[in-house]
């Protein structure tokens, strides 16, 4: 512990540097000018690459240093600062692990930045399906099954991309779905955006950092006490180069990296690595009192909280017990009433709404006050209700989709010519366009697939119940972009 704490942090570095005599004639514009800007932003600390701070890109200074740090302590082979989110990592790290035209396997229920890799390296994509949670309407893990099975029909596969946990809290089987990929020496990339936590606790999934996986991805600002944008690149074993995986980072990262942000990564590790033992015995208990006062609720259903166990979903192979992901099917009650509920009467701001669903994130900075005020208002939520009156007897206006009909590769139906067709005669055309729920960004629809009757009862479903529907060109619910040549084959 000595060698940590007599390292200054990049913070202690940053407020040394505004505290001297030095004249920025350097970039940032705002010169760290206080007196004409205020105080209410940390223009103090907002530096360029100047000397004694190293660069993000090509690091072999302060900033290599704290890097080698996080390294060491997550032992992995390599870990980079992420300063424009996960996003970049993904991106970087398909790229690193990939061919241009290559082909790449991959969950259906990735997040749309997996997406934009496939249509930027125009790379060929096989799915692989996540299995279905019947009991609450969403989806499961991948399986190993799938995951041989996919391998064995794609032996040219160059890179699979898993994500886990999934948004809902949901973990697959990464060390033995590593072993399936490596024995066929295929890299495995797993976005971790929602399981940054991992690594501190071992009341959570152990993290894919730690299981085989070759590229991990973690948003830190999701679950650690960290700023929006911060994440983590980790490589390990030797299928992915890391100069080719810093090369990348560099096209897809700023080549301005914010010292604020890179602070903010540095004092969340710091905090964790010194206070992170007590912090998430704390948080453990927080959650388990959360859970035993779910016990009490007789309509709305908490997901693997309360009466819900673990061991009801057999497509789980571990949970994520700080997503707190409440059911109201058979209520009457849709998802965005029940987070408007908790918003207007309670004060707590919900992650997100769809279908019959309401979710909400929980971290170590959750206090003792804010998860007792939760647990209370679900509670008196649920005294209100009568199940047996609800108009959803079944799950209804879930994210789920169907196994795709692929038509043709994601980047060809974006490059074709496209036309707006009214979205009741667009069953049986492909489409052009994404189509996807925000949170949490996975299509709904991907260019390339065939448009589904099934799809179009969806959108309405969830357009019906509150959740907020998305599309390229912004023409939902009325309009949706299908290639030109699928109207004139018909």
Not at 14 to 41: C, E, Q, V, W, Y
Not at 76 to 99: D, E, P, Q, W
Not at 447 to 456: L, Q, Y
Request: with cysteine; hydrophobic share 40%; charged share 20%.
């Amino acid at each position: 512990m000595d060698k940590h704490t007599t390292k200054p942090s990049l913070l202690d570095r940053l407020k040394a540097h505004a505290a001297s005599d030095s004249i920025p004639m350097h970039m940032p514009g705002h010169k760290r000018n206080t007196a004409l800007l205020g105080k209410d932003l940390p223009y103090n600390i907002d530096i360029t690459e100047i000397d004694g701070f190293d660069n993000l890109h090509g690091a072999s200074g302060i900033l290599n240093e704290y890097m080698e740090e996080i390294a060491d302590f997550y032992g992995t082979k390599r870990s980079f600062y992420l300063v424009n989110g996960s996003t970049c990592g993904m991106l970087a790290g398909i790229r690193a692990a990939t061919k241009r035209g290559g082909k790449i396997a991959i969950g259906r229920n990735c997040h749309k930045s997996v997406y934009h890799a496939i249509e930027l390296f125009g790379l060929e994509v096989v799915y692989l399906m996540p299995e279905v949670d019947e009991t609450f309407g969403i989806h499961g893990g991948i399986s190993t099954a799938s995951i041989a099975d996919t391998l064995k029909k794609h032996p040219d596969t160059q890179l699979v991309v898993l994500t886990s946990p999934t948004y809902e809290g949901v973990v697959s089987d990464i060390a033995a779905i590593a072993d399936i990929c490596h024995a066929q020496g295929i890299p495995l990339m797993i976005d971790e955006a929602h399981g940054s936590h991992f690594n501190y606790s071992e009341h959570f999934p152990t993290s894919a950092t730690a299981l085989g996986a070759d590229i991990v991805i973690q948003s830190l600002h999701k679950t650690l006490p960290s700023l929006t944008m911060t994440s983590f690149a980790h490589l390990n074993g030797d299928l992915v180069r890391p100069e080719e995986m810093a090369r990348q980072l560099a096209i897809f990262e700023s080549s301005s990296p914010s010292y604020v942000l890179m602070a903010s990564i540095d004092s969340c590790f710091r905090l964790l690595r010194d206070e992170g033992e007590q912090l998430f015995e704390n948080y453990n208990k927080r959650l388990t009192d959360f859970s035993e006062k779910m016990e009490q609720l007789q309509h709305l259903k908490v997901l693997c909280h309360g009466k819900d166990r673990l061991g009801a979903h057999k497509t789980f192979f571990a949970f994520d017990k700080g997503k707190i992901l409440i059911s109201a099917q058979g209520t009457g009650l849709t998802g965005q009433k029940l987070s408007e509920m908790l918003r207007s009467e309670y004060h707590i701001e919900m992650e997100m709404a769809y279908g019959d669903h309401a979710l909400a994130m929980t971290s170590v900075c959750d206090t003792d006050a804010a998860m007792a005020t939760l647990a209370d208002a679900l509670l008196a939520v649920d005294g209100t209700l009568d199940s047996l009156n609800g108009e959803h007897l079944q799950n209804d206006g879930t994210l789920f989709f169907a196994s795709p009909e692929k038509q043709c590769e994601i980047w060809q139906a974006l490059e074709s010519e496209k036309i707006d067709c009214p979205i009741e005669n667009a069953i049986g055309q492909t489409v052009a366009e994404y189509v996807w729920a925000y949170p949490p960004g996975i299509p709904l629809l991907v260019p390339g697939e065939r448009i589904s009757n099934g799809f179009i009862r969806q959108i309405h479903t969830l357009l019906e119940k509150g959740t907020k529907v998305y599309s390229d060109a912004d023409g939902l619910p009325k309009n949706i972009q299908i290639m030109r040549q699928e109207t004139l084959a018909h």
